[in-house]
């Protein structure tokens, strides 16, 4: 792309809005006096609701202190009617009898009256209609009880002392109504009320802009210990500021509620004085920023078009900008940028031309070069190797003939491998060459030679030939690596000079080694191949016939060992026992080998096969256990298991897996001097996970990784105490990988070793996902 494209590209003509610098002065500018007007607004609204809060919630309690002291005064004269009838002067009961007769007919609030003895008998009771029922439970502790309705009034049973008898109190059951004459008519705030309840939340009295009559419930109130100036609902589902407190002369409280828009009217007028002021301030602040906004605009561009005229070639336009500050010197140095580019554009242009005929060609070279990599590297056959590189050396120098020379591995014997546009009556010339005769005895160790006359290349046997059918020149180009010469190749061509560059033929050289080289080292590995392969096969199949041919004998000594044991051949002395029990643990010690050794061929040769049915995994490890039980009982081990209960049925060779295992606890077992080996297993997501604990040595990290490897153990020592071959492990893995399932191993020195396998629960299936 050209300056002037680049250019255009950066400082368009004009930009839209949404991008102008004009835009974002603006914005910033407006942005910023909002922030700050919001700001302002913010802190004065919440000081604001916080005064109002405070200043509602005062109210609120100065109100529910006089109304408490007006409803405890009602309470007060209540009470003072009914202590009329505890006077010293009634010794009587007639007396008490005709005191409330005069109480009642005196004070119509008094429903009830009666008089109960120390021992909590009634002894007179006196009311009129609509007062308590003779059997109602009444209470004895002194002062008011929780108040209760009857037939639309609201009741409450006061207890009154008797000076004498000594525990003799009055009950007098009185109406409340004076209670709610008691509260103030005055309540603070536009809109607010206040109303009397008790514990259960039921109006006892309220104000007259209550909006619940009383009897009604409402949100329950716990006078005691309430905060004043508290959110809530008002029994009508309005927002309310709320105020509670407690009478200690009643069970109940007195609640004062103001309707929240009411109480928080100043702050709304607030907000509206604040609105007018936000509106006000951006008018301002936008008036500001456009002028502030176009007096940075207007320099930049000027700037902008500066550039436009350096982009269009036109270094003699000059940008004038007068304004003292950054915007002048940036004019100025746009200025002192167009002297430079109009001295350096005319060099740069010839450069440029000049490198993109080299980099067109090197790109040419480079391609042909990257093809021909991988024509000549995409064989492993040496002779397919060979012409390749004469038909690429052909394409890439544009040569009519090309001839291929190869040493032999002990680079000793020259031999043409491959020629191409040879004429008829040069071919057997040519065949002739010996590289140890071109000038020079390192000469195929070298870089290119170059043949600028093929007829003084006495060392070309076939020149003549070539001369005749009209090759004059060429090159040898030598083929080599870090282990010594190759070969050599040979292009001959009509036309005088180089063929292509020295670099790129170089290079050619290079890969056409390397091919060579491969091809090569490909053919003695696909040997040696083939006899690793046929010694395997001799070796798997002397193993088994080994391990058949031994173990038919061996089975001969242990079937012999148990006749002379059991007495057949008459009786045997201590001795002669003994030494046949000896016989006998150490023929199945070696037969268990012979039989690992069998198996392990079996499944190198491939020639192992399961025997899928369905097995109990319960029964399987209780099978194990039993098996393994008398190693652990010799060794004073504990052989504990923990099976999961509800383990489902699976499906595998159950013989195979029950080899596995008896290996894992065996080997257990069998390198534990004390403790115990454990056996668990569950199920979970279609696969079986089988552990075998034990307390023995462990495993260092640095072995846990080839313990599963054939005829390795962890210690030549322990080998030779506890004794094996090293292979046990090894098929248990491969058996294990056979059934589509997995085998790892946990421990630490010192710590013991946790071997868990995993399997799935249907074999079957798992292998023919696989």
């Not at 008002?234 to 309310?240: H, I, K, N």
């Not at 604040?274 to 000027?302: D, E, H, K, N, T």
């Not at 454990?678 to 313990?707: C, E, H, L, N, Y």
Request: aromatic share 6%; with cysteine; hydrophobic share 45%.
């Amino acid at each position: 792309m050209s300056l002037r494209a680049r250019l255009s590209a950066r400082f368009p003509d004009r930009l839209p809005w949404h991008r102008s610098l004009f835009r974002k002065y603006v914005l910033t500018l407006v942005s910023l006096v909002a922030l700050v007007l919001s700001i302002n607004a913010g802190v004065e609204t919440w000081i604001l609701y916080r005064e109002t809060v405070r200043s509602v919630a005062r109210a609120q309690g100065e109100y529910a202190q006089e109304a408490e002291r007006s409803v405890e005064a009602a309470l007060g004269e209540i009470e003072r009617q009914v202590s009329w009838v505890t006077r010293a002067s009634a010794v009587t009961l007639q007396q008490h009898r005709d005191d409330y007769e005069l109480l009642l007919q005196q004070a119509p609030g008094v429903l009830t009256l009666a008089f109960i003895d120390a021992s909590g008998r009634v002894q007179v009771r006196s009311g009129r209609p609509g007062g308590a029922a003779a059997g109602e439970p009444l209470p004895t502790r002194p002062g008011f009880a929780k108040p209760v309705f009857r037939d639309g009034r609201s009741l409450a049973a006061l207890v009154v002392s008797h000076a004498w008898p000594e525990q003799a109190v009055t009950v007098a059951e009185v109406g409340l109504e004076p209670l709610a004459d008691a509260l103030p008519a005055a309540t603070p705030g536009s809109g607010s009320y206040a109303y009397l309840v008790d514990t259960d939340g039921r109006v006892l009295g309220r104000t007259a802009a209550s909006p619940v009559a009383v009897g009604a419930e409402v949100a329950r109130a716990e006078a005691a210990g309430a905060e004043a100036g508290g959110f809530g609902r008002s029994p009508d589902g309005r927002a309310v500021l709320r105020t509670l407190r407690p009478v200690a002369a009643l069970p109940a409280g007195i609640v004062v509620e103001q309707p929240l828009p009411e109480a928080l009217a100043p702050i709304r007028e607030l907000l509206l004085r604040l609105a007018w002021l936000f509106a006000f301030g951006l008018v301002v602040a936008i008036c500001a920023s456009l002028v502030l906004a176009r007096r940075m605009v207007v320099p930049i561009r000027a700037l902008h078009a500066g550039a436009e005229h350096l982009a269009a070639n036109r270094f003699d336009h000059r940008i004038a900008i007068r304004t003292g500050d950054e915007f002048e010197a940036l004019a100025d140095s746009f200025n002192r940028m167009a002297d430079e580019l109009s001295g350096s554009y005319g060099r740069l242009e010839v450069e440029i031309e000049k490198r993109t005929r080299d980099l067109a060609r090197s790109v040419s070279e480079l391609r042909a070069l990257e093809e021909t990599g991988r024509a000549i590297v995409g064989s492993l056959d040496l002779d397919a190797v060979t012409a390749a590189i004469a038909a690429r050396a052909s394409a890439l120098t544009g040569a009519r003939t090309i001839l291929v020379y190869l040493r032999d591995e002990a680079g000793g014997v020259d031999g043409l491998a491959a020629a191409q546009g040879v004429p008829d009556a040069a071919r057997a010339a040519v065949a002739e060459l010996a590289l140890a005769a071109m000038p020079g005895s390192d000469a195929a160790t070298r870089g290119p030679l170059a043949i600028p006359d093929l007829s003084e290349a006495a060392w070309f046997p076939g020149r003549a030939a070539m001369r005749e059918a009209g090759l004059s020149s060429g090159l040898a180009l030598p083929l080599s690596d870090a282990e010594g010469a190759l070969g050599l190749v040979l292009v001959l061509r009509a036309e005088p000079g180089p063929p292509a560059s020295p670099d790129v033929m170089q290079s050619f050289a290079h890969q056409a080694a390397l091919a060579i080289r491969n091809a090569r080292l490909f053919q003695e590995v696909d040997a040696k191949n083939r006899e690793l392969a046929a010694a395997d096969r001799h070796k798997t199949h002397f193993f088994a016939n080994m391990s058949h041919e031994l173990r038919t004998p061996l089975n001969a000594v242990l079937g012999y060992s148990e006749l002379l044991v059991d007495g057949l051949y008459g009786p045997l002395s201590d001795k002669a026992l003994d030494a046949l029990e000896r016989i006998q643990i150490n023929g199945r010690h070696l037969l268990s080998l012979i039989n690992d050794v069998l198996d392990f061929t079996k499944i190198e040769a491939g020639s192992l096969t399961l025997s899928m049915q369905d097995y109990s995994m319960p029964a399987m490890i209780e099978q194990v256990v039993a098996a393994a039980a008398s190693l652990a009982h010799a060794k004073n081990l504990a052989l504990t298991t923990e099976v999961a209960e509800g383990l489902p049925v699976g499906q595998g060779d159950e013989r195979r897996l029950t080899q596995v295992l008896m290996n894992l606890v065996g080997n257990a077992i069998k390198f534990t001097e004390s403790g115990e080996v454990r056996v668990a297993a569950k199920a979970a997501g279609g696969w079986f996970t089988v552990s075998v604990t034990d307390t023995g040595p462990g495993i260092a990290a640095a072995d846990q990784g080839r313990i599963f490897d054939e005829f390795q153990q962890i210690d030549s020592s322990s080998t030779r105490k506890q004794g094996g071959t090293g292979l046990g492990l090894s098929i248990a893995r491969k058996l294990v990988l056979l059934h589509g399932g997995r085998i790892d191993v946990e421990s630490e020195p010192g710590r013991g070793a946790v071997f868990r396998v995993h399997l799935p629960v249907r074999a079957s299936e798992e292998r023919q996902a696989a």
